[in-house]
């Protein structure tokens, strides 16, 4: 499967040590290389900047690092509207796919990661994998500084 990375570096050395960039981008190509179906990693900031896509067909990732930074927040709201703690993740399941916007656990928390999927993978593939790379986001990203 041939994948195609972007990262804007710009962006990506606020929330990352430069030295994390590889080992980083490699968790996010051996994830969608490594799930049936996958054609899509958009990691974002909350504010829904991208900072890095792996994707394997032309897809508009600025436009979905937006719409995961907003889809992040409505679920945070949600979450706490029910009276439920630490929000974790979205799931969409449509004829055609599912898509998985994750939340970075901290110190990454700042941070949302989309994968999206045909149905050749399951829910349960795509949420498992999807938190697996969001953890090791999450633990190489720079502590937030208060």
């Not at 394997?56 to 690092?65: C, K, P």
């Not at 409505?74 to 979450?79: K, P, Q, R, S, V």
């Amino acid at each position: 499967m041939q994948l195609d990375t972007e990262v804007d570096s710009r962006r990506w050395d606020k929330f990352f040590p430069t030295d994390q960039q590889g080992p980083c981008i490699e968790r996010m190509r051996d994830t969608v290389a490594g799930m049936p179906g996958a054609y899509c990693m958009v990691l974002s900031s909350l504010d829904g900047m991208q900072l890095a896509r792996v994707i394997n067909r032309e897809i508009n990732t600025s436009r979905l690092a937006a719409i995961t930074g907003s889809l992040c927040g409505l679920g945070e709201t949600l979450a706490k509207e029910l009276g439920q703690a630490e929000f974790r993740d979205v799931m969409i399941s449509t004829n055609t796919g599912i898509a998985v916007v994750q939340r970075v656990p901290p110190p990454g928390d700042r941070m949302v990661l989309l994968i999206a999927a045909n149905h050749e993978s399951n829910v349960g593939i795509v949420s498992a994998q999807s938190r697996w790379c969001a953890q090791a986001l999450g633990q190489a990203a720079f502590r937030p500084v208060d």
